[in-house]
């Protein structure tokens, strides 16, 4: 059994992608000043990082906990209608999050098993963001895709 285990782990070594770095953020924060940080602002900081040394970035982005309300589309139709300081910023945000969908290629996982509890309709989530079971399903595959775990809380 170990050396299959080993050689597994060689085989995945020697396909591994020269010159890629993969990380999955954790994102259960509500906080909107830590989300604009070490999302917004953080990701796309991480990225230029490692372009400017000839190397990619790979980033994925597990949504849970109070982190849902970033990635409604109608707080009116949703738990989050009455958080006036998202209201105040929400087109903004929409527009920057969809800018680390599509130009940076950040991957979001939502755990849908919440979601569904806190009864968010997946119509009313950003079309980028795709399902996952539960957040800890999500983070599993991902590092067992070999990304690396930064937790946002």
């Known amino acids: 059994m170990k050396k299959w285990l080993l050689t597994l782990a060689l085989c995945g070594m020697l396909f591994a992608e020269e010159g890629v770095k993969q990380v999955v953020f954790d994102l259960k924060t509500g906080d909107i000043a830590t989300f604009e940080k070490k999302v917004l602002q953080g990701i796309a900081y991480h990225k230029a990082h490692y372009e ?5 970035l790979d980033v994925a982005v597990v ?3 109070d982190a849902y309300k970033f990635f409604i589309k109608d707080l009116k139709h949703s738990p989050y209608k009455n958080d006036t300081a998202l209201a105040k910023i929400h087109d903004d945000l929409s527009k920057r999050i969809a800018t680390m969908a599509n130009t940076y290629e950040v991957e979001f996982l939502m755990c ?7 009864k968010i309709d997946q119509s009313n989530v950003y079309d980028f963001v795709k399902m996952t079971p539960n957040s800890t399903i999500g983070l599993i595959d991902k590092q067992n895709e070999h990304f690396a775990y930064l937790p946002i809380h």
């Open 112 to 118: 849908e098993a919440t979601m569904k509890a806190l």
């Open 52 to 56: 400017g040394k000839l190397e990619k």
């Open 63 to 65: 949504i849970h906990g």
